[in-house]
């Protein structure tokens, strides 16, 4: 392949090289595989075109409008991706490793595109959390509400995830409607590169949403403030270093660490050699050792299993790396690639060999190794590497050394608690996993080590067809952890987009509160309708709309046709003695759900309109019984208002049901569809 000139994207534009380019070699044979230009750049200018251009422009746009743009996004990458698994090759990946890293990346992106549009508002503010009650009768009411920061997301992303890394952060930050600067991991930028180039090239972004940093970073932490926001990705030295920039702690400028760390796998007691449970943990654990070269933060590094059962595990894995095939992924049958570099290659070389001190090598370096392809042996390739440690207990290194490579080490314990000690001497990790098919195990598993843990991944042969793995963090649930792992929390669905945010707790009247949310308040001005507002369209209807319908009085005789019809014979609702003596009950009471179906007989209009569909409702609770001779009445309120096409959106109404008192004695929230 050619090779790639790679330059930085700031202010617009691609930034000219002001001075000698660096080369940056190809991890299968060495081969100078990209130049990386160096360029002057203006790091304050870079931060103000942010701010300056790039968040007004996110942020005049809803969340479901950059959602839009984050699937229109992952859309155009998923059409151009066989472009970048040809220059994934040359971080040491195969086909497989290159799926996990730029398939993941968008499928994240997918993920949360598919959130935003249906977990955030159609709206410039996400409500946090129910109306907190401030006052007696309702007047002053408070409510927890999320908007954009109104700086710029610096993401300072690691070698081993070139594109996934990227965009596991994006997604997120640009959902939120924030702007990013993008700084990659040199050894690995040129494919970072070409990915953000197609985001460019796709015209989907707003000027100033992103910019790509290729090379040092200069002074630009030194100008961020509480406006603004860092995201690592990378070791714990690195972490620490940033973590402790001057500029970052005066001005509380938000970070988050997600760190690599000595993640675990337990073999639970019950899943014995032989058992489809044992034969789950086997394959998960050298998929782990093997899929990127072992260069994954989410690795397993600690095999934990029964002390009765080491030599079968040993034998078991062994058996299996024996037949792993490592070299130039473009080879046929080859199943491991190359660590991203030879430096990378010698750190874990000399990682490796601390672990030895503590440990039994059993499978790996013996002199015999020989990647296969073409000019292999100028590449950085390693065999995959296997220890046994005989005295965990007695052991460090093996806790606290991490060989960021293809190594990890098979340690047994001799009761569960031991194991989980050994499991959370790792001081903090990303992902814990556990192999059993007994519930209690697992229960003593998480009440004992889910504090170390970011993650608790329990597999068995029940769940393994559709597991993700061990290493796969998923958008939907958090990825991070304690301690070692960096204390950070990324992705989780919309808990990620939070993380730039501010979240503000609104206190006022209803109304204010309402203005400022777009979504109805109980106790909020109500608007008479025009006309009945089944018939008049999404577009037309304004929050805070209301009909109000009824009385209708409920009759015994509704009471027990609804029964018989239903066959809800419930004692509450037919034998009067029976409910006298519950002190919920003053008698004989209505079926709740026979006061649901008597209020959408009040507030419906039958003939043919805009509403094309109920649904659903959520948030139903009953108040008080009502009893035979009672009268209820409803009041149906346009709550909230989501567009989803061009041709119809969601509309979702509060429903109160009250009787001839005022009393309230129903609330719940109808969700209709409604043409636009």
């Given at each position: 392949m050619e090779v790639i000139d790679i330059n930085s994207f700031a202010l617009g534009g691609w930034s000219g090289s002001a001075g000698e380019a660096a080369d940056l070699h190809s991890a299968i044979n060495g081969r100078i595989v990209a130049r990386l230009g160096k360029a002057d750049l203006d790091f304050a200018a870079m931060r103000n075109f942010a701010r300056e251009r790039g968040g007004p422009a996110l942020r005049a746009m809803t969340f479901h409008e950059r959602a839009k743009m984050l699937k229109a996004l992952a859309l155009y990458l998923g059409e151009r991706k066989d472009a970048l698994y040809s220059i994934s090759r040359h971080t040491g990946a195969t086909l497989t490793d290159s799926k996990v890293d730029i398939d993941g990346g968008i499928g994240t992106t997918m993920v949360y595109a598919a959130k935003g549009r249906r977990e955030m508002p159609d709206g410039h503010v996400y409500v946090d959390g129910a109306v907190e009650q401030l006052s007696r009768n309702g007047t002053f009411v408070g409510q927890h509400i999320c908007v954009p920061l109104q700086g710029v997301a610096v993401h300072i992303n690691a070698y081993n995830f070139p594109v996934w890394g990227m965009l596991e952060k994006l997604a997120p930050t640009l959902l939120a409607g924030v702007p990013a600067i993008v700084k990659p991991a040199t050894a690995t930028s040129y494919l970072t590169h070409a990915c953000f180039a197609m985001m460019i090239e796709s015209g989907l972004l707003p000027e100033g949403a992103v910019q790509l940093v290729c090379g040092s970073t200069g002074n630009l932490l030194d100008l961020l403030d509480c406006q603004d926001a860092v995201a690592f990705t990378g070791s714990a030295a690195t972490a620490l270093k940033l973590r402790s920039h001057p500029g970052l702690l005066e001005k509380s400028?938000?970070?988050?660490?997600?760190?690599?760390?000595?993640?675990?796998?337990?073999?639970?007691?019950?899943?014995?050699?032989?058992?489809?449970?044992?034969?789950?943990?086997?394959?998960?654990?050298?998929?782990?050792?093997?899929?990127?070269?072992?260069?994954?933060?989410?690795?397993?590094?600690?095999?934990?299993?029964?002390?009765?059962?080491?030599?079968?595990?040993?034998?078991?894995?062994?058996?299996?790396?024996?037949?792993?095939?490592?070299?130039?992924?473009?080879?046929?049958?080859?199943?491991?690639?190359?660590?991203?570099?030879?430096?990378?290659?010698?750190?874990?070389?000399?990682?490796?060999?601390?672990?030895?001190?503590?440990?039994?090598?059993?499978?790996?370096?013996?002199?015999?190794?020989?990647?296969?392809?073409?000019?292999?042996?100028?590449?950085?390739?390693?065999?995959?590497?296997?220890?046994?440690?005989?005295?965990?207990?007695?052991?460090?290194?093996?806790?606290?050394?991490?060989?960021?490579?293809?190594?990890?080490?098979?340690?047994?314990?001799?009761?569960?608690?031991?194991?989980?000690?050994?499991?959370?001497?790792?001081?903090?990790?990303?992902?814990?996993?556990?192999?059993?098919?007994?519930?209690?195990?697992?229960?003593?598993?998480?009440?004992?080590?889910?504090?170390?843990?970011?993650?608790?991944?329990?597999?068995?042969?029940?769940?393994?067809?559709?597991?993700?793995?061990?290493?796969?963090?998923?958008?939907?649930?958090?990825?991070?952890?304690?301690?070692?792992?960096?204390?950070?929390?990324?992705?989780?669905?919309?808990?990620?987009?939070?993380?730039?945010?501010?979240?503000?707790?609104?206190?006022?009247?209803?109304?204010?509160?309402?203005?400022?949310?777009?979504?109805?308040?109980?106790?909020?001005?109500?608007?008479?309708?025009?006309?009945?507002?089944?018939?008049?369209?999404?577009?037309?209807?304004?929050?805070?709309?209301?009909?109000?319908?009824?009385?209708?009085?409920?009759?015994?005789?509704?009471?027990?046709?609804?029964?018989?019809?239903?066959?809800?014979?419930?004692?509450?609702?037919?034998?009067?003695?029976?409910?006298?003596?519950?002190?919920?009950?003053?008698?004989?009471?209505?079926?709740?759900?026979?006061?649901?179906?008597?209020?959408?007989?009040?507030?419906?209009q039958p003939d043919p309109g805009p509403v094309l569909a109920n649904t659903g409702l959520t948030g139903l609770s009953f108040q008080k019984p009502v009893s035979p001779g009672d009268a209820i009445s409803v009041a149906l309120t346009v709550k909230r208002k989501t567009r989803r096409t061009a041709d119809y959106g969601e509309v979702r109404w509060h429903v109160a049901l009250s009787n001839q008192d005022g009393d309230k004695v129903a609330e719940y929230e109808l969700h209709t569809m409604n043409a636009y």
């Open positions: 400028v938000r970070f988050t660490a997600e760190q690599d760390s000595l993640n675990a796998s337990l073999l639970g007691p019950d899943a014995a050699p032989g058992s489809a449970d044992f034969d789950c943990f086997i394959k998960e654990v050298v998929r782990e050792i093997t899929t990127k070269a072992g260069q994954k933060c989410t690795a397993i590094r600690r095999i934990i299993v029964q002390e009765a059962s080491v030599d079968a595990v040993l034998e078991a894995i062994t058996a299996r790396l024996e037949k792993t095939v490592v070299g130039d992924p473009d080879v046929e049958g080859v199943r491991m690639g190359a660590l991203v570099s030879n430096a990378q290659r010698a750190d874990v070389l000399e990682k490796a060999s601390r672990i030895a001190s503590e440990a039994r090598q059993v499978f790996g370096q013996d002199g015999k190794f020989s990647p296969v392809g073409e000019g292999a042996e100028n590449g950085a390739f390693l065999p995959p590497m296997l220890y046994h440690c005989a005295d965990p207990d007695g052991a460090s290194a093996v806790h606290s050394v991490e060989a960021f490579g293809p190594v990890s080490t098979v340690m047994g314990y001799r009761d569960l608690a031991h194991g989980c000690a050994i499991m959370n001497r790792g001081g903090g990790s990303l992902v814990a996993s556990l192999f059993t098919s007994d519930p209690e195990t697992a229960r003593e598993v998480a009440l004992e080590s889910a504090a170390w843990h970011g993650r608790l991944y329990v597999n068995n042969s029940q769940s393994m067809a559709e597991s993700t793995g061990h290493g796969a963090p998923m958008p939907h649930m958090v990825h991070g952890g304690p301690g070692r792992a960096g204390g950070g929390e990324e992705l989780g669905g919309v808990r990620g987009v939070l993380h730039y945010m501010q979240r503000t707790a609104i206190q006022g009247s209803p109304d204010i509160l309402t203005g400022v949310t777009g979504q109805w308040l109980p106790g909020a001005k109500q608007i008479e309708a025009p006309s009945h507002p089944f018939t008049r369209r999404f577009g037309e209807l304004q929050i805070g709309e209301t009909i109000t319908a009824g009385p209708r009085t409920v009759t015994l005789e509704d009471i027990e046709h609804f029964a018989e019809f239903t066959g809800d014979t419930f004692y509450a609702h037919m034998d009067e003695e029976a409910a006298k003596a519950n002190p919920f009950f003053p008698g004989r009471v209505a079926h709740g759900y026979l006061l649901l179906s008597f209020a959408a007989g009040l507030f419906v």
